[in-house]
């Protein structure tokens, strides 16, 4: 290996915008060129006039903003080789970029590489309320439900926190966990990130919580998609930015940066599940999450217990309740070295570039081996990758990421999907969607037929006892007998 072309992170940025008055506040291309000019002082300046790189998360909160990569670019004053976009804010997003620019640097195609993103949600809904005080704010709802409308949206299946609860559900039942031994997993798993959150000066919410804290249902914690309430989904209505800094060794060595202030980059792995959720195999597991994970330790010779920390993807629980489970990480140890979508702060796409600084920063005082673990979709992507302070753990040269091949190779077929259906089912997974007071909306299932194949029922708000059933705890849902009936164009789910 040529060790001076070995891809280093020689500099991390992050803020967050809390102006008295949110309309005030700095706009998505704002905080990212902020967080840049943070990360090129820390790591001691001068780099951004070299980029020869530049990498953006694609943004909600000033869609008009567009290229945020070629914006970025002409407000630092550089004209990089390389200049991209995400295609849309996927959480996978910052660890796809960070194994582009390791691989880039490895091969000498490029020398300094920024990656950078924002989210000003906050202030986007503030300055659409003082226009038009009925103006909507749920920015990734309506992102989800743009262009052309799924059958799915019918049954409520529209944006990210009325699908991962399918996961969470479908996961619960595979495992054999009662909804109360389910729910308190939850609820440690984000006690623990509300304390690395109030541990953490970049975080957005910093007062730790119990785990009775996370359970309680109140009128600051209400449901939202059973089984989850406000204090376990991510937190999107921020104002943050983060940014970081990759180059090779040999450049960081010639500026004069401490050898202890560099944390290298290791390889990565990546692959998707299909992009519609219902033609996909189960709801129980992801390969392609899998593949990731285990591919990324092997390529990086380490096992989780190697692993001083790690950065599993949080958005909802069931994404780092699977992970743990793939790579055997302990209930008791964190998940998070930022605090979690909830409590760190959940920029859409961007949080793993928070991710990347703060665990960074934590390399840089102690331990040798972080795993990040990025998922991105409706827990679609994912991408991981080791960054390290071993020297020997870095790229040594370009290697392809894409381990799709293999993960579709390992994936069950999908069951035949239906538009309507009528006549007896089971259960395949499910979720309650709830009214801001708290009070049940409806019910979504997704069933099964005799035959196997797949099709989607809703349970209507009047039938208390279906969605008492669904949600009590009394007896596993998943797997239960039922009956589909069709009415006013949909199928509706009755009882057995």
């Not at 986007?124 to 409308?149: F, N």
Request: hydrophobic share 45%; with cysteine.
């Amino acid at each position: 290996m040529n060790n001076a072309r070995a891809p280093v992170i020689v500099g991390v940025g992050q803020i967050n915008d809390r102006p008295a008055n949110a309309a005030e506040g700095l706009n998505s291309l704002e905080l990212m060129q902020q967080a840049a000019q943070r990360a090129d002082a820390d790591a001691g300046g001068g780099w951004l006039q070299r980029l020869d790189s530049v990498a953006t998360v694609a943004q909600l909160s000033f869609w008009e903003l567009g290229d945020t990569s070629e914006k970025l670019s002409a407000a630092l004053g550089v004209a990089p080789r390389f200049c991209t976009q995400s295609v849309y804010p996927s959480g996978a997003s910052p660890i796809l970029f960070l194994n582009e620019a390791a691989n880039r640097i490895a091969a000498g195609e490029a020398e300094v590489a920024l990656v950078a993103g924002a989210e000003a949600l906050r202030t986007a809904a503030a300055r659409a309320a003082a226009k038009d005080a009925s103006a909507r704010t749920d920015a990734v709802r309506a992102a989800s439900e743009r262009g052309r409308p799924s059958g799915r949206q019918r049954y409520g299946l529209a944006a990210p926190v009325d699908v991962y609860p399918l996961y969470e559900n479908a996961t619960r039942a595979a495992w054999k966990q009662s909804l109360a031994e389910a729910q308190a997993e939850s609820a440690a798993l984000w006690s623990l990130m509300s304390g690395v959150a109030a541990g953490n000066e970049h975080a957005w919410l910093r007062k730790p919580l119990s785990p009775a804290d996370i359970l309680t249902i109140n009128d600051s914690n209400r449901p939202i998609a059973f089984p989850y309430t406000k204090l376990m989904v991510a937190n999107a209505s921020v104002n943050q930015g983060a940014a970081f800094i990759v180059t090779s060794a040999g450049a960081a060595r010639a500026a004069g940066i401490p050898a202890e202030r560099l944390v290298y980059v290791g390889y990565g792995a990546a692959a998707d599940e299909p992009g519609d959720i219902l033609k996909r195999d189960r709801f129980d597991r992801s390969v392609s999450m899998e593949v990731s994970l285990r591919r990324t330790l092997e390529l990086n010779g380490l096992a989780a217990s190697n692993l001083d920390c790690a950065e599993l993807y949080s958005c909802f629980p069931c994404v780092p309740k699977m992970a743990r489970r793939v790579i055997g990480w302990p209930i008791e140890k964190p998940i998070t070295v930022f605090g979690g979508l909830t409590f760190g702060g959940g920029p859409i796409g961007n949080y793993m570039s928070h991710a990347v600084a703060s665990m960074t920063e934590q390399l840089r005082v102690s331990g040798q081996h972080g795993l990040l673990f990025a998922n991105g979709g409706f827990a679609t992507q994912n991408h991981s990758i080791i960054v390290s302070r071993d020297p020997a753990r870095a790229t040594s040269a370009p290697r392809s990421f894409d381990f799709q091949a293999e993960a579709d190779s390992a994936r069950g077929s999908a069951p035949a999907l239906l538009d309507s259906y009528a006549g007896p089912a089971v259960i395949e997974t499910y979720t309650v969607f709830y009214e801001r007071d708290g009070a049940p909306r409806f019910g979504a299932i997704v069933a099964r037929t005799p035959k196997g194949a797949r099709f989607l029922a809703k349970v209507l708000r009047e039938d208390e006892a279906m969605l008492r059933f669904l949600t009590d705890g009394q007896a596993e849902p998943v797997g239960a007998s039922g009956h589909a009936v069709v009415a006013d164009e949909e199928v509706r789910w009755r009882a057995a």
